[in-house]
């Protein structure tokens, strides 16, 4: 099973990341689930037509108890994907790392993954904060890779780097690797030598080429990815191209 953690800063398009390289992976017959790990609770957003899935924590809130199935906070979205947020506390209050521990602990619970059998699943983690609950989907085993989204900006690129040496940090556990970069462009000057050049020197490889694409502007104004809207544009053959490497990775591995 292909178990990915992709993390990222704030912003850097990891979402959109994430959730077209979960259409991507559908649409080549994978059982997948997307979970994503974000207070925002918009990782699943443009797999579900724009109509998003409650949050965990939002339901635990709502109903003060603890959903007893796992259709009471998911939704089924583009190729089948099992969408579910874990979403955050209120405002203001509490710990938003903590919606990430209880609801892993929760999806245990209900056994989602003895029931759903999926052939993928992929965790969209805020990479600002890479301790506690953010750094648990590869601390607790849940991810064995990682992906780190970032483009050539400077902070994009020092979140990068800090998400790096966290995972480095574990290693000597059997933790989660990273196994590589998704270069998000956002057309910065020099952008492709400035990723290049932290991933040489993170000894890891640029995994994929996203290119800076009004396609995904304008499906995600749909409430769609542009793997769903337009599998034939120039960024969803990127998110293709990179699906089927995990596949055949994973294949090859298993």
């Known amino acids: 099973m292909i178990k990915l953690a992709i993390y990222g800063k704030g912003g850097i398009?990891?979402?959109?990341?994430?959730?077209?390289?979960?259409?991507?992976?559908?649409?080549?017959?994978?059982?997948?689930?997307?979970?994503?790990?974000?207070p925002k609770a918009d990782s699943t957003i443009n797999l579900l037509g724009g109509d998003p899935v409650m949050p965990v924590m939002d339901y635990m809130r709502e109903y003060d108890e603890e959903p007893d199935s796992i259709d009471k906070i998911s939704k089924t979205g583009f190729g089948g994907v099992l969408c579910i947020e874990t979403g955050g506390p209120t405002p203001g209050l509490g710990c938003a790392g903590r919606g990430i521990i209880t609801t892993f602990s929760l999806l245990e619970q209900l056994e989602l993954f003895e029931k759903v059998k999926p052939d993928a699943v992929l965790y969209d983690v805020l990479g600002d904060v890479v301790c506690g609950g953010f750094a648990a989907p590869i601390r607790e085993g849940y991810?064995?890779?990682?992906?780190?989204?970032?483009?050539?900006?400077?902070?994009?690129?020092?979140?990068?780097?800090?998400?790096?040496?966290?995972?480095?940090?574990?290693?000597?556990?059997?933790?989660?690797?990273?196994?590589?970069?998704?270069?998000?462009?956002?057309?910065?000057?020099?952008?492709?030598?400035?990723?290049r050049s932290f991933a040489d020197k993170a000894g890891i490889g640029i995994i994929a080429d996203i290119p800076r694409s009004a396609d995904i502007i304008k499906y995600e104004d749909m409430g769609m990815t542009c793997v769903e809207g337009d599998p034939e544009c120039d960024a969803a053959k990127q998110f293709i191209a990179l699906a089927k490497t995990l596949i055949d990775e994973d294949e090859k591995n298993g």
């Open 13 to 38: 398009g990891k979402s959109t990341c994430t959730s077209n390289l979960s259409a991507a992976l559908a649409s080549l017959g994978k059982k997948v689930i997307q979970i994503g790990c974000d």
């Open 143 to 195: 991810a064995e890779q990682v992906l780190i989204v970032t483009s050539g900006e400077k902070m994009a690129l020092y979140a990068a780097n800090n998400i790096y040496t966290a995972v480095r940090n574990f290693e000597d556990r059997s933790y989660a690797k990273v196994r590589g970069v998704i270069m998000n462009r956002r057309n910065v000057e020099d952008e492709e030598q400035k990723v």
